[in-house]
Each structure stands twice: as C-alpha cells, then as structure tokens.
Antibody, heavy 120, light 106 residues
Framework: QVQLQESGPGLVKPSETLSLTCSVSGGSIRSSNYYWGWIRQPPGKGLEWIGNVYFGGNTYYEPSLKSRVTIQVDASKNQFSLKLTSVTATDTAVYYC????????????WGQGILVTVSS | SYVLTQPPSVSVAPGQTAAITCGGNNIGGKDVHWYQQKPGQAPVLVVHDDNDRPSGIPERFSGSNSGDTATLTITRVEAGDEADYYCQVWDSHREIFGGGTKLTVL
C-alpha cells in the first residue's frame, strides 16, 4: 500500500524559504489517477490546504498563498516538494503531504506530518 | 469564497449516535469528505463522496448530504471515536476544510 513520508528542516528563520519533500513508497507518483498535495495545521488549529500537483504538471494553489508557494514533482525520485518563501511566524505548523484522487477530491493516505517552526 | 461551518464540539455517551454537521451554501451539490484526527496523528479519511467508506473503516461511520448541510453519523459510539472531525470539499479550484468538530465521548 502507498505510504508518504515528509522530510525537511524543523526550524526556519523568518523571511527565509521553507522547503519540504514528500517521499512516496508503494506506488508511482506518475500514476494518472492521483494528485499529490500539501496541507498544514497550525498548532491547536484546523487544517489548511496549501496546494496540489499532478505528475503531468498541473498545479493548484490556495489563493492566499499562491504568490509564495511552489509544488513540484521529481518523478525520478518518486517525490514531490513544497517551497514556501518569505515565511513568518504564522507559517509555523505541522505540514502534511497526502495523495488526492483525481476523480474525487478525497485525500488518502496522509504522511505522518512534520512540525516546522519559524523562529530566529 | 466558499465556507464550511462545523460546530466546535459535540458530546455523546458511549453506545449512542453522534451526528456532526457541516454547513455550506448548496453543499448538497458537492462531494463531501470527512476525516478523523486523533491527537498527535495525521487525519484519516472515514467517509468520502458523501457516503462511501474506505476499506477498513467500520460501518458505524456514514454520511449524508443534502441542501445546505452534510452530516457525518457515527452509530454505537466508542471511546476510541473521540477525535477531531473535519469535512472537506473542492470548490472553484481549491480545497476547503471545515473548522473541525471535537467529538467528546462522555
């Protein structure tokens, strides 16, 4: 079965770029049936969608984050990545990667999540 | 922009039925998905496309969706069902999550 695992720095300084990678195992990121997404959750708060990428190159981003977000696929490594520029303390959150069905907008499975703290 | 409204909390006694609502303008015209999140864990899909269950999810979990309200129903509630529950839809090229409902099993 497909499993996802987030990796990257747990601490980022204000104004710098947050970079995370999601490694996919047990399935191919090239599948035409799925998108790959990032969702975050600030401490003690609800879920916030960041964006999705399709292997073919299509991307969708949360409008409020669009100017700062890039999500890309690296098919050679069966991974996809998130870059969020000019971070502030409000970007502190647990970041999840997840697989999204192409025909339905459901997310399953999810990675375990990684806490990223923005602080000097 | 589209907004999904959930009650912050719902309480239910063990063995009873819990109903968690998700309100949105004409949400009945959209596909609604529900996630369960226990403390310190990633969300888990429990109902998708209004009323379908992924493999491994007990039949006690079901959903409905009509008009301006979608509902997640959990029958014969167990202590292990205590968690936060989120609804989610796709609207205008973006994912929308509800604010979440904390289910407390008394």
């Amino acid at each position: 079965q497909v499993q996802l695992q987030e990796s990257g720095p747990g601490l980022v300084k204000p104004s710098e770029t947050l970079s995370l990678t999601c490694s996919v195992s047990g399935g191919s990121i090239r599948s035409s049936n799925y998108y790959w997404g990032w969702i975050r959750q600030p401490p003690g708060k609800g879920l916030e969608w960041i964006g999705n990428v399709y292997f073919g190159g299509n991307t969708y981003y949360e409008p409020s984050l669009k100017s700062r977000v890039t999500i890309q696929v690296d098919a050679s490594k069966n991974q996809f990545s998130l870059k969020l520029t000019s971070v502030t303390a409000t970007d502190t959150a647990v970041y999840y990667c997840a697989r999204r069905s192409r025909g339905s907008s459901r997310y399953r499975p999810w990675g375990q999540g990684i806490l990223v703290t923005v602080s000097s | 922009s589209y907004v999904l409204t959930q009650p912050p909390s719902v309480s239910v006694a063990p063995g009873q039925t819990a109903a968690i609502t998700c309100g949105g303008n004409n949400i009945g015209g959209k596909d609604v998905h529900w996630y369960q999140q226990k403390p310190g864990q990633a969300p888990v899909l429990v109902v998708h496309d209004d009323n379908d269950r992924p493999s491994g999810i007990p039949e006690r979990f079901s959903g409905s969706n009509s008009g301006d309200t979608a509902t997640l129903t959990i029958t014969r509630v167990e202590a292990g069902d205590e968690a936060d529950y989120y609804c989610q839809v796709w609207d205008s090229h973006r994912e929308i999550f509800g604010g979440g409902t904390k289910l407390t099993v008394l």
